[in-house]
Structures are given as structure tokens and as C-alpha cells.
């Protein structure tokens, strides 16, 4: 939310752009900004934020349409399960009233990035609206964590499925499993608008440059000039409770179904009940390995800023990707599904042709 109405009225301010010693195009504010930044406290808000990812990647256009590729075929792909799950009254179960929350998740957090990263660098408009960087910060951060939180709302359908069976249909149920994601995203959709909310009450009187192929939310926080602790708080408590605390808590509930596995004294009826599992596990592990890979290397060693941009898109993308053809190819009851709705869509065109 705008704190603009809470603070003192001041002129519009506007970034140019000058050049570093190496060439490089940064933006900076001027002196009559930078002391209109400090006349009486007012708040500085740049016309525009210059997206600097992919600045010296060889061949990066290539890697657009990649991109271009990745977001074409996760539209088609989220869209069929979409559509399969909506039309076909067999899938209108709690567990795939979660699959559908991630295909939706999937879907939505690819167009709020890959489009506006094909237009941002693609088409060179790197220069983004104020309003426009925070609220693609909103959007992209908000799908992303509601698809983390989904992946635990699917382990949790598992872990009642073998370790409790026979209370499965009364514990999991679709008025539950609506109030679990509801749940889910009235708190993370607060948590990310109070996120955005605290960077727009930040001043940027200094470079507007930021190290990032997207409007992110720490590359974004960091450029401002006044104090910045309390985004920084965040942005630790974001960093848990999107990533850490799920995964802690798909780990912890897998250690659970394997206790639970171990139980069962057929080997058949053992490997039966992890099948159920294999999807969401894949899913996981493409979701989360990436991530934690590109930030734990971060900390350990020195990274390229474009291999570090590069490795950040994909971990953002490829993901969207795979998840809708991974729950196609491994359940029968999707593929199945599919087969029927395409048969019964081929069968209709025939009919309205004969007429």
C-alpha cells in the first residue's frame, strides 16, 4: 500500500541515465533530486527501475526464445490439466483440487515472469515503471510461495493416504482441502503485499540499476539510501517460510510415510503405496533442488552474476514446465481423463460437420 498520503507532498522526480567507466549504462539520480530527497524527509520514488540482467550473457537472444518456447508449452500443458481437471467429474477429488491449485499457480506465475522478461530484454525496454517493478515483484513472489506451499499441501494428502487409510476420506475432504489453500493464500498473499508494501516506503536516491532479470524483491530493497533493516528482516522470514519451512516440512512428513512403509510386510503392497508418492516427489525435487542449489552456491562461493541470473530464470521456469507433464504421464487417471475429453471433442466436431 502507498504511504504517499502519509508523507509530505513533493515534485515528481526522475532518473537519468549516465554511464560507468566500463560502459555500462546506470542509472542515477541527479543532485536536485538527491536534495529534494532530503528536504524535509519527503520519500524519493524513481520514475523507473533499469533491469541490468542478461547485460553481457553471448548469444542471449537465443536464450529468449527458449524462454519463449518454455512459456508456450507450459500454457499448453497447464492449461490441458486445467481443463481435464474442470471437465471431467472422475478428477472432482480433493487431491486434485490441489493438482488444480498448482497448475493454476504454475500458469499464473509464468505469465506474471516470462512475458515481461521477453518484452524487458528481448525487445530492450529495460526501463521499467515505478509501479509496474513492484507490482511484477508482487505477482512473481506471490505464485512462487503458493506454489511452494501447495507442494505441502500435496504431501500432506499423502502422508493421511498410507498412514492413516481408513481415515483418509473423512479427514481429507473438499471443504477441508478449500479452506487449507483459502488459508494458504489469504496469509501468503498478505505476507507478500506487506513485502512490497515496505519497499514502497523506501527512498532511491541513488542507482536504480537492478541486478536482475525481473523487479526482485532483495536486488530492489538493497538500492534504496535510507534504512533498509526491516526489509531485510523480511526478506530472511520470506526466505523461510517460502522455501525452508516447506521443504523441512515435506522432508519431515516423507520420513513419516517411510516409517509407515516399513510397517507393511509385503514388498508389493509397499511399493504399491510409494508409487502414489513418485509424482509429487519428482515434483519436489524439480521445484526445490535449484533454488536451494543456486542459493547455497551463492553463499559458499563466488558466482557469475549472469550464471547466477541464468540458473535463478530457470529454476523460476523449468519447473512450470515439467509439472503438468509429469502428472500427466505418471497418473492414469489424467492420462485417461485426457483420452476422454479429446473423444469426446473429436466426436462433437464430427457431429457439427455432418450438420
Request: charged content about 10%; proline content about 4%; glycine content about 4%.
Amino acid at each position: 500500500m502507498s504511504v504517499l498520503s502519509q508523507t509530505a507532498p513533493f515534485s515528481a522526480l526522475h532518473a537519468y541515465c549516465t554511464y560507468s567507466p566500463r560502459g555500462k549504462a546506470a542509472f542515477t539520480m541527479g543532485p536536485e533530486e538527491k536534495a529534494a530527497a532530503a528536504f524535509n524527509g519527503t520519500f524519493v520514488r524513481p520514475a523507473n527501475f533499469y533491469l541490468s540482467g542478461f547485460s553481457s550473457v553471448p548469444h542471449a537472444k537465443y536464450y529468449y526464445v527458449f524462454l519463449c518456447f518454455v512459456y508456450v508449452i507450459t500454457v499448453l500443458g497447464n492449461g490441458v490439466l486445467l481443463a481435464a481437471i474442470c471437465l471431467v467429474r472422475s478428477l472432482h477429488t480433493p487431491k486434485y483440487m490441489i493438482v488444480f491449485n498448482l497448475a493454476l499457480t504454475d500458469l499464473c506465475g509464468s505469465t506474471a515472469l516470462v512475458p515481461q522478461v521477453l518484452d524487458t530484454f528481448l525487445f530492450e525496454r529495460r526501463s521499467v515503471v515505478y509501479e509496474a517493478c513492484l507490482s511484477d515483484m508482487f505477482f512473481v513472489l506471490l505464485f512462487f510461495s503458493v506454489q511452494s506451499w501447495t507442494l505441502v499441501t500435496m504431501a500432506y494428502d499423502r502422508f493421511v493416504a498410507i498412514c492413516f487409510p481408513l481415515r483418509y476420506h473423512r479427514v481429507v475432504t473438499k471443504p477441508a482441502v478449500a479452506a487449507l489453500l483459502l488459508f494458504l493464500w489469504a496469509f501468503l498473499l498478505s505476507f507478500i503485499a506487506t513485502s512490497v508494501g515496505l519497499v514502497d516506503r523506501l527512498s532511491f536516491c541513488g542507482s536504480v540499476a537492478v541486478q536482475s532479470f525481473f523487479c526482485d524483491h532483495g536486488p530492489v530493497y538493497r538500492l534504496a539510501c535510507n534504512d533498509t533493516s526491516i526489509n531485510n528482516i523480511i526478506a530472511y522470514i520470506g526466505f523461510v517460510i517460502a522455501i525452508c519451512l516447506p521443504l523441512i516440512l515435506i522432508v519431515l512428513t516423507y520420513v513419516c510415510i517411510s516409517v509407515a512403509l516399513s510397517r507393511i510386510a509385503s514388498a508389493d503392497e509397499r511399493l504399491k503405496a510409494l508409487r502414489t508418492c513418485t509424482s509429487h516427489l519428482i515434483i519436489v525435487a524439480i521445484f526445490f533442488l535449484p533454488t536451494l542449489g543456486n542459493n547455497i552456491a551463492a553463499v559458499v562461493s563466488y558466482i557469475h552474476p549472469n550464471a547466477r541470473i541464468i540458473n535463478s530464470s530457470l529454476a523460476q521456469t523449468i519447473p512450470q514446465l515439467l509439472n503438468p507433464i509429469v502428472y500427466s504421464l505418471k497418473s492414469e487417471e489424467v492420462l485417461v481423463s485426457i483420452r476422454k475429453l479429446y473423444k469426446r471433442n473429436r466426436l462433437g466436431n464430427i457431429a457439427s460437420s455432418k450438420i
